[in-house]
């Protein structure tokens, strides 16, 4: 078992306030729908709000995701700290990407005072 002791509180900040963002893009046209109905029962006022309110709507939601995705970051670090991290199983790597054969690099001539000298030849087994 592996534990998650701390987490990036920024960085935490950060991909739950793009989340919260487009959650606000998606809950936008639902926001239209109350307003634009009203307009065809023939009612006029409301509607222009609804619309700055829906422009509004994903860097509201994007801001305040921001915000409580590092508290909620920082507060599971200082409760990690306190009881333990969460515990969680993870599988290993692939064997395959693990098993690439190494060769070993070919050592070149050494020069000692103008000398030059090779490696011996490995002794063939036959």
Do not use: H, W
């Amino acid at each position: 078992m592996t534990k998650i002791r701390s987490i990036g509180v920024f960085s935490v900040a950060k991909v739950y306030g793009v989340l919260c963002a487009v959650f606000g893009l998606l809950v936008a046209p639902v926001v239209l729908l109350g307003p634009g109905l009203a307009m065809l029962g023939g009612e006029r006022r409301g509607f222009g709000a609804s619309i700055l309110v829906v422009a509004l709507l994903p860097f509201l939601y994007g801001f305040m995701g921001f915000i409580m995705g590092g508290l909620m970051a920082f507060l599971y670090n200082a409760i990690a700290m306190a009881i333990g991290g969460i515990e969680v199983e993870l599988d290993p790597p692939a064997r395959a990407l693990l098993d690439v054969p190494q060769t070993p690099p070919s050592s070149p001539p050494v020069s000692a005072l103008g000398i030059e000298v090779t490696p011996p030849a490995s002794p063939e087994v036959g």
